[in-house]
């Protein structure tokens, strides 16, 4: 609460000091954090794959070179941990792999997004620095070896459903081709296909302009619900720190 002190000439010609309390309230613009349920996320085709998500809102895109930073880090670590060893050695990869062929797709010509920055990682390859949302995204992707999935909330119309692809399901993709889905494991709302853990769509994806976003983790049957529940957590702390 502030206080204000100005005088003035009353009607004897006496000065008359005159109070006025003016209370401020500070506004701490903040995220809001909310588990998603099966029902709003929900997978279809009897799909064999474990999906964790939450939703946060609030949040501020930008580049940041800290969580740059714990992405390098996170790389050294994998690099001086497995050096010299085949990718297939590696915790985790060959998981994601047989997952991969049961979603209709073969992980030796598209790549999960999980190893792909662990193959980065062990050829001392840079990674791409997108923002703050997107570069923690690849952090936790590397760090579990699990692929991760980011989308603008906002841009995301009607119902959404995980499932095959049809025929028409295709999208311009990040890496700038159009991509068809048929017979593969697609994310879609009510305008179609959005979203793939093989890699995602321009229409849904994170920009400056975001605030509001879901986050996705996408694993193996044989992870533990209790394991993916930990790693939401970590991820959401992390969401805390870094696009505030």
């Given at each position: 609460?502030?206080?204000f002190?100005?005088?003035?000439?009353?009607?004897?010609?006496?000065?008359?000091?005159?109070?006025?309390?003016?209370?401020?309230?500070?506004?701490?613009?903040?995220m809001?954090?909310?588990?998603?349920?099966?029902?709003?996320?929900?997978?279809?085709?009897?799909?064999?794959?474990?999906?964790?998500?939450?939703?946060?809102?609030?949040?501020?895109?930008?580049?940041?070179?800290a969580?740059h930073?714990?992405?390098l880090?996170?790389?050294?670590?994998?690099?001086?941990?497995?050096?010299?060893?085949a990718?297939?050695?590696?915790p985790?990869?060959?998981?994601?792999?047989?997952?991969?062929?049961a979603?209709?797709?073969?992980p030796?010509?598209?790549?999960?997004?999980?190893?792909?920055l662990?193959?980065?990682?062990?050829k001392?390859?840079?990674?791409y620095?997108?923002n703050?949302?997107?570069?923690?995204?690849?952090?936790?992707?590397?760090?579990?070896?699990?692929?991760?999935?980011?989308?603008?909330?906002?841009?995301?119309?009607?119902?959404?459903?995980?499932?095959?692809?049809?025929?028409?399901?295709e999208?311009?993709?990040?890496?700038h081709?159009?991509i068809n889905?048929?017979?593969?494991?697609?994310?879609?709302?009510?305008?179609?296909?959005?979203?793939?853990?093989?890699?995602?769509?321009?229409?849904?994806?994170?920009?400056e302009?975001?605030?509001?976003a879901y986050?996705?983790?996408?694993?193996?049957?044989?992870?533990?619900?209790?394991?993916l529940?930990?790693?939401?957590?970590?991820?959401?702390?992390?969401?805390?720190?870094?696009?505030?």
């Open positions: 609460m502030s206080m002190l100005w005088f003035c000439i009353d009607i004897s010609g006496h000065i008359a000091v005159m109070y006025k309390y003016v209370v401020t309230k500070i506004c701490e613009e903040t809001d954090f909310r588990y998603v349920e099966d029902s709003e996320y929900p997978v279809k085709d009897n799909l064999p794959l474990k999906v964790c998500v939450f939703h946060v809102s609030g949040i501020k895109i930008y580049k940041n070179e969580i930073a714990e992405l880090k996170c790389g050294e670590e994998f690099r001086e941990k497995y050096d010299g060893k990718v297939t050695e590696i985790g990869v060959k998981d994601v792999r047989k997952l991969f062929h979603l209709g797709m073969d030796t010509k598209r790549r999960p997004s999980s190893e792909a662990l193959r980065r990682a062990l001392n390859k840079e990674f620095r997108v703050n949302l997107v570069d923690l995204g690849n952090f936790i992707s590397l760090k579990y070896q699990l692929p991760v999935c980011i989308y603008d909330s906002s841009k995301i119309v009607g119902d959404i459903e995980i499932r095959l692809g049809k025929p028409d399901d999208y311009l993709a990040l890496n081709q159009v889905f048929n017979e593969r494991i697609v994310y879609s709302d009510s305008q179609g296909a959005f979203g793939s853990p093989m890699t995602d769509s321009v229409r849904t994806s994170i920009t302009g975001t605030t509001n986050c996705q983790i996408l694993a193996p049957e044989n992870i533990s619900d209790e394991k529940h930990e790693i939401r957590e970590f991820f959401i702390e992390k969401v805390k720190e870094y696009c505030k």
